[in-house]
């Protein structure tokens, strides 16, 4: 149980620092619905399972004896996050300032989309996989059990799903909304901001030897 305990609290401390799968919801909350939100949290959700999985199979083993492998996934990923933030920072300058009522009807069938938006965020950060890899590392040795290993995934996916709905569920209050309404287009520019220099940081990080 402690073990369960132990890596509990490192995932949180992970997930409440804020990064490319955070601003993505927070952003879609504010402006474009719940929903929307929350099915871009099933998509970071589904992400995780990936790299968590992966770690687990022994991936960040892999990637540390193929150098170039691991540099082709971070460039990709970060050209990812870069398109994702000049559409951001396009739209905060070229659209009209959101009034309520265009907010209201904004996208009612954009569920799927936003799936797959966070889904491919989160994939996009190879970084997710050593960070797995790592804590994996630390807290689950030789002695613990697949039966363990493969709760221990469940729990921190399960942790994931939880976190990034109630990030959903705040930024989407309707005070959040009304800020969005006043201050949508530099939401919108930051968001977008982050994203690039995320991105940027992906492709150009040098990797330590």
Request: proline fraction near 3%; glycine fraction near 10%; charged fraction near 10%.
């Amino acid at each position: 149980m402690s073990l369960f305990l132990s890596l509990a609290v490192v995932q949180l401390i992970a997930l409440m620092s804020p990064g490319p799968d955070f601003f993505y919801v927070s952003q879609t909350a504010v402006s474009h619905s719940r929903r929307e939100a929350l099915a871009g949290v099933v998509g970071i959700t589904l992400g995780v399972a990936v790299w968590a999985a992966l770690a687990l199979l022994g991936l960040q083993l892999l990637l540390h004896r193929l150098a170039w492998l691991e540099r082709l996934i971070a460039i990709c990923g970060g050209i990812y996050l870069c398109w994702m933030g000049f559409k951001m920072l396009r739209g905060a300058l070229t659209a009209p300032a959101p009034d309520a009522a265009a907010h209201a009807v904004r996208l009612a069938n954009g569920s799927w989309r936003a799936l797959r938006n966070g889904l491919f965020t989160n994939l996009a950060n190879p970084k997710a996989v050593v960070y797995f890899g790592s804590i994996f590392s630390a807290f689950v040795g030789d002695g613990v059990g697949a039966s363990a290993r493969w709760g221990l995934w469940v729990m921190v996916v399960a942790e994931t799903l939880l976190w990034f709905a109630l990030v959903a569920s705040v930024f989407a209050l309707p005070a959040m909304r009304r800020g969005y309404l006043r201050l949508g287009r530099w939401i919108d520019g930051c968001a977008g901001a982050v994203f690039v220099l995320f991105g940027l940081h992906l492709v150009f990080a040098r990797r330590a030897v």
